[in-house]
Structure formats: structure tokens, C-alpha cells
């Protein structure tokens, strides 16, 4: 596989689910974890949510500059 579409889907995967979770199911956690009182992320939503600035930067500096 080329390292290009790799990371195209990669930044769209941890894009998209960073968008789902903060659409969809953080609203629902913040009002759980109101009434339980903890208010943790998935582990995989902070990775997401961690990685997609950087994949982001990588991507548009690899795709306008060196390319």
C-alpha cells in the first residue's frame, strides 16, 4: 500500500471518529458522568482525538510542500 493513501485514511479514520464521538456521544457522557461523577473518555477517542492534528499537519505538509 502507498504511504500516501495510508495516511489519507488514517487522518480520515481519527477525523471521523473524533467528529462521531464529539457529535454524538460526548453530550451523553457529560450528562452520565454528571449524575456518576467520573467523565473519561474511550481510549481510542483520545487517541483519536490526540493524533489528528498531527497526522493532519503531516499530511498537508507532505502533500503540498514535497510532493
Not at 480520515?12 to 471518529?17: K, T
Not at 452520565?32 to 497526522?55: D, H, M, Q, T
Not at 493532519?56 to 510532493?67: G, K, M, N, T
Amino acid at each position: 500500500m502507498d504511504f500516501s493513501l495510508f495516511l489519507v485514511l488514517v487522518t480520515g479514520a481519527s477525523g471521523l471518529i473524533w467528529a462521531v464521538d464529539a457529535l454524538l456521544f460526548a453530550p451523553v457522557r457529560a450528562r452520565v458522568s454528571k449524575e456518576v461523577g467520573l467523565r473519561r473518555e474511550p481510549v481510542l477517542v483520545e487517541y483519536a482525538r490526540s493524533f489528528f492534528p498531527i497526522l493532519l499537519l503531516v499530511l498537508v505538509i507532505r502533500s503540498f510542500l514535497f510532493e
